[in-house]
């Protein structure tokens, strides 16, 4: 999927049209056109679609300068537009904005092109079900070429996340995972180093070695790193993914039915890391960025962890092992850990965590908690609010410190059952030394039907949040 500034004459037969309702007069409409827009505007419609010959135009009216929830609602029309596309197998698509808002064209290209997407890989017809559309172009005397490129790199970073969502652990191993960073590196610009099983040992790196004692695969680290000349931060801002790339529970399995089926999942947190460093790679951010990706498996063979199983840290902490299932946390320890090297500015983590946070909020939001001050904390919820990846806040109070102490071990990882996102955010607390947020993305992170121009499967959700919320926090 291409998204790009119009240049010259395009042949196509399908456009979208966006203009304020007191333009009507002024796009020079025939007679019979000009009044079916106005009655379909008099009578509220914000989606009037006119079919002339072969052509189709659909004129979109924009009433005031958008806000969030309204740019929003502009990418919802983006991915209508492509869904008719699609049907009519239409190939390009125009955007013309005459309305002379900002941000406009851009909503409905990211609505198409997002929506757009798919994951046909493992289709034996799959040329037969490919998408038509294919080009997207943009005519906007409010929006830059510069800001264009910007989309198409966003939306092609936001689709590699996705993609190795949806890739099941038959080929994306912890290894394969490493490879896919490898590769995504190489794309966009930014260095990648490996770290194998012996490398691992060697660092101690307690957690990732003890989810991985069940499974046939090794495990792997993965780190990440961009940065430029005209970084403006000497410090860098660190990444933290969860790459589990199948989770069964571990010997704690997971009992209920249906509850495994979407672990392919689990290492969402480890996508998003990819897809925010690739997108802020490929539009040159002046920003310094490390990414952490520990990467296993979760299973109940060989010689797996068993409950009150301890687990030793490299920086000595110890860990009471009460439920395999509780597995993410034990991994993204070892990263918080690792990540102290670089006396970062900041460290985000992101991770399909806990069905807690998926309770608490649903599919709508994030669950975030942290030690962070509150500017940075409201910053990342200012940026979902844009990208519309929206974010919950919860309290790291001290009371759910206590229920993660252990009779027999520094702390347990698992809590009393109750606001288990926020226990699961106090035991990761306990390997911080710095400024550090934790993204619960299980609620959106993966979806069994689609939600607009989120697809069904992987959302690639925390790509845009973490773009957004670096470009405005570092980059300007």
């Excluded at 609505?111 to 172009?137: C, H, M, P, V, W």
């Excluded at 802020?280 to 979760?298: E, M, Q, R, S």
């Excluded at 974010?391 to 990882?413: C, H, L, Q, R």
Aim: hydrophobic share 40%; charged share 20%.
């Amino acid at each position: 999927m291409a998204i790009q500034a119009l240049k010259g004459n395009i042949k196509t037969t399908v456009s979208v049209v966006l203009f304020q309702p007191k333009q009507i007069k002024s796009l020079g409409l025939s007679k019979e056109v000009s009044a079916h827009v106005q009655a379909s505007v008099d009578k509220s419609s914000d989606f009037i679609e006119v079919k002339q010959l072969d052509e189709v135009i659909f004129y979109i009216p924009v009433k005031e300068t958008p806000n969030d929830s309204a740019l929003e609602a502009l990418r919802a029309k983006g991915n209508q537009v492509q869904q008719v596309m699609n049907k009519m197998k239409k190939s390009k698509l125009i955007i013309t904005n005459e309305s002379g808002y900002k941000q406009v064209s851009l909503a409905i290209a990211e609505g198409a092109s997002l929506g757009n997407y798919q994951f046909l890989k493992y289709f034996s017809d799959a040329k037969t079900r490919k998408n038509a559309l294919e080009e997207i172009y943009i005519r906007d005397n409010q929006t830059s070429d510069a800001e264009i490129i910007e989309l198409h790199h966003l939306v092609e970073a936001t689709c590699l996340s996705r993609t190795l969502i949806n890739e099941p652990v038959s080929y994306l191993t912890a290894t394969q995972f490493g490879k896919e960073m490898e590769k995504a590196g190489k794309t966009y610009g930014f260095k990648v180093n490996v770290l194998q099983k012996k490398q691992i040992e060697a660092l101690k790196m307690g957690g990732l070695l003890g989810v991985n004692r069940g499974s046939m695969d090794p495990p792997t680290f993965t780190v990440m790193e961009y940065k430029p000349k005209n970084a403006k931060n000497k410090k860098p801002i660190v990444l933290v993914g969860k790459g589990v790339v199948f989770d069964t529970g571990g010997l704690s399995l997971k009992p209920t039915p249906g509850s495994m089926d979407e672990m392919k999942c689990d290492m969402s947190g480890g996508a998003a890391v990819v897809g925010a460093i690739s997108a802020i790679a490929a539009n040159k951010l002046p920003v310094y960025v490390v990414g952490l990706v520990p990467a296993t498996d979760n299973r109940p063979g060989m010689n797996a962890v068993v409950p009150q199983d301890v687990i030793t840290y490299s920086n000595g902490k110890t860990v009471e092992v009460l439920n395999t299932d509780a597995e993410g946390r034990l991994i993204l320890a070892d990263a918080l850990i690792y990540a102290q090297k670089y006396s970062p500015d900041l460290v985000i983590d992101l991770a399909t965590l806990t069905g807690a946070a998926v309770r608490a909020i649903g599919s709508y939001a994030s669950a975030i908690m942290g030690t962070a001050d509150k500017s940075t904390m409201q910053a990342l919820s200012n940026s979902g609010m844009q990208v519309w990846e929206r974010t919950v806040e919860f309290p790291m109070w001290n009371d759910y410190g206590d229920e993660i102490k252990s009779d027999v071990a520094d702390i347990k990882n698992l809590g009393s059952g109750n606001a288990g996102q926020i226990t699961a955010a106090k035991f990761l607390e306990h390997f911080v030394t710095y400024p550090w947020i934790h993204i619960d993305i299980a609620g959106p992170a993966y979806l069994n039907a689609p939600s607009a121009y989120r697809t069904k499967g992987g959302t690639g959700v925390g790509v845009r949040l973490l773009y957004n919320f670096i470009k405005q926090r570092y980059a300007k």
